[in-house]
């Protein structure tokens, strides 16, 4: 499951997707549909162990959260 928002088609704002039991599973933010700035991804049990950053839709790093 995913929750996003649109605007004139294109994604804006929060955006969580979710594991089938609910459990968060990335997390992040859009600017006229493309990513910006952290994405966090999460593994099933609910901890973080991955960042993504991105700068108008292109990643511009990767941190591995331990």
Do not use: I, T
């Given at each position: 499951?995913?929750?996003?928002?649109?605007?004139?088609?294109?994604k804006v704002g929060d955006y969580y997707q979710y594991f089938e039991d609910g459990t968060l599973a990335t997390k992040g933010f859009f600017v006229n549909g493309k990513e910006e700035g952290v994405f966090e991804l999460y593994n099933?049990?609910?901890k973080k162990f991955k960042e993504l950053i991105f700068k108008k839709g292109k990643k511009i790093e990767e941190r591995e959260i331990k």
């Open positions: 499951m995913q929750v996003e928002n649109y605007k004139n088609g294109l099933r049990e609910g």
